[in-house]
T-cell receptor
Framework: EPEVTQTPSHQVTQMGQEVILRCVPISNHLYFYWYRQILGQKVEFLVSFYNNEISEKSEIFDDQFSVERPDGSNFTLKIRSTKLEDSAMYFC???????????FGSGTRLTVV | AQTVTQSQPEMSVQEAETVTLSCTYDTSENNYYLFWYKQPPSRQMILVIRQEAYKQQNATENRFSVNFQKAAKSFSLKISDSQLGDTAMYFCAFMKSNSGNTPLVFGKGTRLSVIA
């Protein structure tokens, strides 16, 4: 069954450093998303991406965050200058109209120290 | 804005028994989609079941079924013949349309423990 792949599974970074989280969506999907889950809390929407541009973003997705689809297969989330409160599980998801629902990746656990 | 409320932070059930997880939501939309996602200790988000608001019939997927009460804005998940592998966080989620351009809105989750 097709799946969404996220790398790395766990990343530790120093506060103030830039991180890039990578995702490979399902190949024929056109809608891509990033969600965040702070430990023990609910899953929160960050951003949706379609046709090479952001279609919607939440209040969380401020100027520190950016997304890109650099090569037609990868979908990345960049955090420019990480803060302690960015420590969370980050989930990528993709979707095609008509699908039963979003398909989520396994997530990247980001730890900012 | 849509909100999703799960009022049971934790629940437990004996293996082979039946358990029901509650979810309520608030929306002014008439057509929308509701989901239950399972998050086992591996942290992966797994889609369990979907309900379209325009369908009166409750969705069923094997041992999982929902009780969708549109007027009451209630969407509960029933797990029959509970198995140890059902131990997980369960999230109720709302989506305004299936166009792809509307995000999922999640509840805070219910942690379910299945006891042998």
């Amino acid at each position: 069954e097709p799946e969404v792949t996220q790398t790395p599974s766990h990343q530790v970074t120093q506060m103030g450093q830039e991180v890039i989280l990578r995702c490979v969506p399902i190949s024929n999907h056109l809608y891509f998303y990033w969600y965040r889950q702070i430990l023990g809390q609910k899953v929160e929407f960050l951003v949706s991406f379609y046709n090479n541009e952001i279609s919607e973003k939440s209040e969380i997705f401020d100027d520190q965050f950016s997304v890109e689809r650099p090569d037609g297969s990868n979908f990345t989330l960049k955090i420019r200058s990480t803060k302690l409160e960015d420590s969370a599980m980050y989930f990528c998801a993709s979707y095609r109209v008509g699908d039963y629902g979003y398909t989520f990746g396994s997530g990247t656990r980001l730890t900012v120290v | 804005a849509q909100t999703v409320t799960q009022s049971q932070p934790e629940m437990s059930v004996q293996e082979a028994e039946t358990v029901t997880l509650s979810c309520t939501y608030d929306t002014s939309e008439n057509n929308y989609y509701l989901f239950w996602y399972k998050q086992p200790p591996s942290r992966q988000m797994i889609l369990v079941i979907r309900q379209e608001a325009y369908k009166q019939q409750n969705a069923t997927e094997n041992r999982f079924s929902v009780n969708f009460q549109k007027a009451a804005k209630s969407f509960s998940l029933k797990i029959s013949d509970s198995q140890l592998g059902d131990t997980a966080m369960y999230f109720c989620a709302f989506m305004k349309s299936n166009s792809g351009n509307t995000p999922l809105v999640f509840g805070k989750g219910t942690r379910l423990s299945v006891i042998a």
